[in-house]
């Protein structure tokens, strides 16, 4: 009890990104060449909302037919920044789905048309691919109208991760394995195919249903972005406690995927995140510092093939750090 009540503390502190100067903020001195950049990137982020965001091709009346006369849109199962995520259900058969629109009206600057496109575009690619179909939702279609973008997905009624962590307080190894190995599995899809997915928590994984041995499915990939081999990013992006120290850093690359899911998989072996601090300002502390403790209960009783593998997906060098396809093939998560 003590641990669920902490870890639910801590998801208010994990749902927090670090504060961050962004790239796009203009200088606040009086510098005369500052000014006219800082004027020039301004015009360049403007937007019409108007204007299509998706493209041409994915206007959600084809034949004339509206999104509403195809869906009919029920309760609301979840809210963000920019959408909602509602129930849906398909007129023409009956089938229960999930609609997520992502309104128009919520986008500000051109930098949010683009982030929409690529998240649309990377979850049209991951929900194809051959062996994603137990791990990550699936995508039925994706358009837009004058309201915003629909996203229709798959139905996951299972709730999040998250809540299942929360009512259990942590999961017996084999059942952590079982769950682990869903996430490499998604985080090893991702990389394969240039993906950095970029916001791995608990909260981003829903459970298909309600049994307990129902399919864990990744569910947002908001913050995803394409990266080629040995390229680095420096934008500092994610959930408090599940960032590596590299991206608080700003010098980071897929590698810090696999660091969000070792600390997921500590927090489903234990009940508690390895990195915590009051403030922003000292979780950040803690996860630069790096240290991982195994003294506490349930510890003790965990096994040490477990323990090096939260370690090994631990390391505070990216060099040195498991790949996703060392996670994915590690024996620990091949108990299941």
Not at 20 to 33: F, L
Not at 39 to 59: C, F, H, N, V
Not at 272 to 279: I, L
Request: glycine share 8%; charged share 30%; with cysteine.
């Amino acid at each position: 009890v003590i641990a669920a009540s902490r870890l639910l503390a801590r998801r208010r502190a994990a749902a927090a990104i670090m504060p961050v100067a962004s790239t796009d903020d203009c200088p606040t001195d009086s510098d005369a060449n500052s000014s006219s950049c800082c004027k020039k990137k301004r015009r360049s982020t403007k937007w019409r909302r108007s204007a299509p965001i998706l493209g041409e091709d994915d206007q959600c009346a084809p034949g004339g037919e509206s999104f509403a006369k195809r869906y009919r849109l029920g309760a609301e199962l979840g809210r963000g920044e920019f959408g909602v995520t509602r129930r849906c259900e398909d007129a023409a058969t009956g089938e229960a789905l999930a609609c997520k629109t992502i309104r128009r009206k919520r986008l500000r600057r051109a930098a949010d048309a683009e982030d929409v496109r690529r998240e649309v575009e990377i979850l049209r690619r991951m929900s194809a691919l051959e062996g994603a179909a137990g791990a990550v939702v699936r995508l039925r279609e994706a358009c837009e109208d004058a309201e915003g973008v629909h996203l229709v997905m798959e139905l996951c009624e299972g709730g999040e991760l998250f809540d299942r962590i929360f009512a259990r307080s942590h999961y017996t190894e084999r059942a952590a394995a079982k769950i682990g190995r869903t996430i490499a599995q998604v985080v090893q899809l991702c990389h394969d195919n240039g993906v950095m997915h970029r916001d791995l928590k608990p909260e981003n994984f829903l459970f298909a249903g309600k049994e307990e041995d129902s399919p864990l499915k990744a569910i947002d990939f908001g913050l995803s972005v394409y990266f080629e081999p040995g390229e680095r990013f420096t934008e500092v992006v994610g959930s408090g406690i599940y960032m590596a120290p590299e991206v608080l850093m700003r010098s980071y690359g897929p590698e810090a995927d696999v660091w969000s899911a070792g600390v997921i998989l500590y927090i489903l072996l234990c009940g508690v995140p390895p990195f915590w601090g009051d403030t922003d300002e000292h979780i950040a502390e803690s996860i630069i510092r790096g240290e991982i403790k195994f003294e506490r209960e349930p510890w003790p009783k965990v096994s040490q093939t477990a323990k090096d593998l939260v370690k090994k997906m631990l390391d505070p060098d990216p060099a040195t750090r498991l790949t996703a396809n060392q996670v994915f093939g590690n024996g620990h998560l091949n108990l299941v």
